[in-house]
């Protein structure tokens, strides 16, 4: 697998496909229907965090649900669209509550609990994680292949091929009219990065580059070095697999 230079300038496609079964979607109970030492509080109490489902755990830091949506079902259904690590890694509250139709209150619940894990911990322990290659940026991004909705995310790289940031910059179908550079670009100023690798799923598990998706890329190419800021890669994830649109420059 090539790694990625990031003083290049050509484009290449190259697919993959490693073989693995995608898993079923869940049912997902509602409070009432769990026994009183299986509600998350109760197990929580009882057992100790690890014993709880990540589901759970947000089900607990939003507390209630809504009138039209039970705790535990917001809770799955905010790890379903969104996917954990995108989850983890943004910040704007107001974007989360407006892309995942929750009440601002909780969107900002979960920022706060990341932003206390990060400054606690550090990702993976504050070894620092590096994406040389579209293999790379495909193990990173494998939660991405069961989302039900297209998201486009950028993976922020310092000199060192280390990510600096992750951001989910946009929910929907991808084209012109949803990515604009401005929303690429923002977060490689803000966090000090010199390169981004962009990435988006297909929830039909198709991996075929469309027109937009060219188009696109070679458009952010372009503004990315106006800006001195440069797009290493954008990957299309699907079902076990990926496509590289591979701008090396």
Avoid at 29 to 44: A, T, V
Avoid at 192 to 202: D, E, M, P, S
Wanted: proline residues 6%; hydrophobic residues 35%; neutral net charge.
């Amino acid at each position: 697998m090539e790694t990625y230079h990031l003083s290049k300038n050509d484009l290449l496609w190259a697919q993959h496909s490693p073989t693995a079964d995608a898993t079923d979607r869940p049912y997902v109970l509602k409070i009432h229907d769990l026994p009183s030492d299986q509600k998350p509080r109760e197990k929580l109490l009882k057992g100790g965090p690890a014993g709880l489902t990540i589901h759970e755990l947000i089900a607990i830091i939003f507390n209630t649900g809504t009138k039209k949506e039970d705790v535990m079902s917001m809770a799955s259904r905010v790890i379903r669209e969104y996917g954990p690590r995108a989850l983890i890694s943004h910040t704007d509250p107001k974007k989360i509550a407006q892309d995942l139709d929750i009440p601002l209150i909780k969107a900002l619940q979960l920022v706060a609990c990341n932003e206390l894990g990060r400054r606690f911990y550090g990702e993976r322990n504050g070894k620092p994680i590096t994406i040389r290659n579209a293999r790379d940026a495909f193990h990173y991004l494998q939660d991405m292949q069961t989302l039900p909705k297209e998201h486009l995310r950028g993976i922020y790289l310092n000199t060192h091929h280390r990510i600096v940031h992750e951001e989910v910059i946009s929910m929907g179908t991808i084209d012109t009219n949803l990515v604009h550079p401005r929303e690429v670009f923002k977060p490689a100023v803000e966090y000090g990065a010199i390169a981004v690798v962009l990435a988006h799923n297909h929830p039909s598990g198709i991996t075929t580059p469309s027109e937009a998706d060219i188009e696109i890329t070679n458009q952010l190419i372009e503004a990315g070095r106006i800006m001195g800021i440069r797009v290493v890669d954008h990957i299309i994830i699907g079902n076990n697999k990926f496509t590289s649109i591979h701008a090396d420059y």
